[in-house]
């Protein structure tokens, strides 16, 4: 992929910018070249450049004052910081301020060419991330279903009916295998419809005691049984006006069952221990993993409060129905892990992708996630490996496998074990060169400062210069 190579030199010392444009004009840049940071911003703002390399100390305007004067509007410079009289407080500043990289006069060529290097392909990986980005957009489905990737042909067509379903105040159920991801369907049925600004509450059916549930659904009045010590709401009158979401609607009883049906028909609920009935207004989504027909001929459902839920189906997919989206499910859950547990992985290695597409996923969505989280954490570079994944034949769990490795279940804890490791090996390697080993760890010099702070107490032996 071509990327602009325009670059900016703003230096005050006219061997330094004469040096500096020779070598990067031969690596292929397209060089200008300015004084001072007064001239370097009136350039700038005429013809903006993809790259600038700024030294810090200059007259007129120095190089923290340009990279201020620059603003925050997009499209911002890749910046480059250079200083020869630099402080670590001048450097933690200037990346504050937005530059990307902070490198020490003097300088080998071969470092200015490598960190102009690493900030191309910077550009291109978040040239990259916004194309990924608006495409994971537009699979998201009509009216923007959040959280809902759909590239398939049959979880296109189901997102079309969900759009449909959504505009009218009916009973849904939602049927499919566990991790399907019948939750986000509800969740979106929830938010295009007329009650999008009112509560959307779920409660998976099976999770709660059976001799709990009617007061868990329908509430109770002070006195009703022996701690009833005030009156309390239940489940639907949380949700008046809102959306009820009753997960695994297989597993409610039967003696519950015939109570749901009357609160279905005549819109009120009766509160344990209460003679009167309240009206309420309540949308209901049902869902399960069950077979309700094979449920009712078994005894097990009853048949009018299936028909009476059964309204309008939606049937999920199972992820190995829905290969499809597979790889743009895996570029939704790592951009969100890279965020969430401060990881930087790029890409997914096509044999990794090849493992993936292989794999049943009996689990589904929900195990895919799983899987890619722990391959996250494991993964040595910034590219997911096919050794990084799960054996789908292992026997032991995901967790298991981690402990064994790591020690520990946290994922708080496991970030900072492989941090500590990787800045110890870097350190190792680069011999306590910590601006070699922050350019292996693809990291800033400040950050590396701030992470070996940090972990001081493990860096004692090896991070002297």
């Not at 010392?13 to 444009?21: G, Q, T, W, Y």
């Not at 201020?68 to 450097?91: E, F, N, V």
């Not at 969740?187 to 059976?210: L, M, Q, V, W, Y």
Request: proline letters at 3%; one cysteine or more; aromatic letters at 6%.
């Amino acid at each position: 992929m071509t990327h602009n190579k325009r670059l900016l030199i703003i230096d005050d010392e006219e061997n330094m910018r004469h040096m500096l444009s020779v070598v990067t004009s031969n690596a292929g840049y397209q060089v200008t070249i300015a004084e001072n940071g007064e001239q370097g911003l009136a350039i700038q703002q005429k013809s903006p450049f993809a790259f600038i390399l700024c030294d810090l100390k200059m007259p007129k305007m120095d190089g923290l004052q340009f990279l201020k004067a620059l603003g925050t509007d997009a499209p911002r410079p890749i910046i480059i910081m250079m200083s020869a009289y630099a402080t670590i407080d001048d450097a933690v500043e200037a990346m504050k301020a937005g530059a990307y990289d902070f490198i020490t006069k003097p300088f080998k060529t071969t470092e200015v060419l490598l960190v102009l290097e690493k900030a191309s392909e910077h550009l291109a990986l978040h040239e990259e991330n916004m194309r990924l980005k608006a495409k994971v957009e537009e699979l998201q489905g009509p009216s923007c279903f959040e959280e809902i990737i759909a590239h398939s042909k049959e979880m296109r067509s189901l997102l079309q009916l969900t759009e449909k379903v959504a505009k009218y105040d009916t009973t849904v159920l939602i049927n499919g295998e566990s991790g399907t991801g019948k939750e986000l369907i509800a969740k979106a049925i929830h938010r295009n419809s007329t009650r999008k600004d009112k509560d959307f509450i779920a409660i998976n059916c099976g999770s709660i005691p059976e001799n709990l549930l009617e007061s868990e659904f329908f509430g109770y009045v002070k006195g009703a049984f022996t701690g009833a010590d005030r009156d309390r709401k239940g489940l639907f009158e949380e949700a008046d006006s809102g959306t009820l979401f009753l997960d695994e609607i297989g597993e409610l009883p039967l003696s519950l069952q015939v109570k749901l049906l009357r609160v279905l028909q005549e819109n009120e609920i009766r509160p344990v221990g209460s003679l009167k009935t309240k009206k309420i207004n309540v949308r209901v989504i049902t869902a399960t993993a069950k077979d309700l027909e094979q449920e009712v001929k078994s005894g097990r459902f009853r048949e009018d409060l299936f028909y009476r839920l059964n309204v309008l189906t939606l049937k999920l997919p199972p992820l190995r129905e829905r290969k499809d989206d597979i790889p743009y499910l895996c570029t939704h859950f790592l951009s969100k892990l890279n965020k969430k547990m401060g990881l930087a992985i790029k890409e997914i290695s096509p044999e990794a992708m090849t493992v993936l597409l292989s794999q049943e996923w009996k689990g589904n969505i929900r195990e895919l996630k799983n899987n890619l989280e722990r391959a996250a954490i494991l993964a040595e570079t910034d590219q997911i490996l096919a050794k990084d994944l799960a054996d789908p034949h292992d026997p032991r769990t995901a967790k298991q496998q981690i402990n064994e490795i790591l020690g520990t279940y946290s994922l708080k804890k496991a970030k900072r074990i492989i941090e500590k490791k990787m800045i110890n090996q870097a350190l190792e390697i680069s011999h306590g060169n910590k601006s070699m080993a922050a350019r292996m760890l693809e990291i800033s010099y400040p950050s590396l400062l701030a992470k070996i702070k940090e972990y001081l107490e493990d860096f004692t032996s090896s991070s002297d210069e």
